[in-house]
């Protein structure tokens, strides 16, 4: 039941459904979502928390760089069959179409560039 619930409030936000599908292409790091998402980091910090408490979504440190990507094979059950219906059910949506050539520019930019949104 524990798990359900997280991966359910981990999926009650806009915010946090737009990061999974971000990450659907390949890992990020927190400087591409928040160029995305248009947020101050430590709030996009905080979704992308949510996010890894439901084992929805992994991280790694590299540096002073924390990068995500969605949950592998070593994920439970339920959030790999949770991510499979959020991947395809808003393939079509309006806001994930912006998202993804937003990102697509995002991905071609330096991280340094990106990195700017943390003096801000």
Do not use: N
């Not at 995305?36 to 929805?56: F, N």
């Not at 760089?65 to 991947?87: E, K, T």
């Amino acid at each position: 039941m524990r798990e359900f619930l997280a991966i359910t409030k981990a999926l009650s936000d806009e915010t946090r459904v737009r990061a999974l599908r971000a990450l659907r292409d390949g890992e990020l790091c927190l400087c591409h979502l928040v160029g995305l998402l248009e947020l101050a980091p430590s709030t996009v910090s905080k979704h992308l928390d949510v996010l890894c408490q439901a084992r929805l979504v992994e991280r790694r440190k590299d540096g002073r760089w924390a990068h995500f990507r969605l949950a592998g094979r070593a994920a439970p059950p339920l959030a790999r069959q949770a991510l499979r219906w959020v991947l395809t059910a808003l393939k079509d949506d309006v806001t994930i179409a912006r998202d993804a050539k937003r990102l697509a520019t995002l991905r071609g930019r330096d991280l340094k560039e990106l990195a700017a949104c943390y003096k801000s």
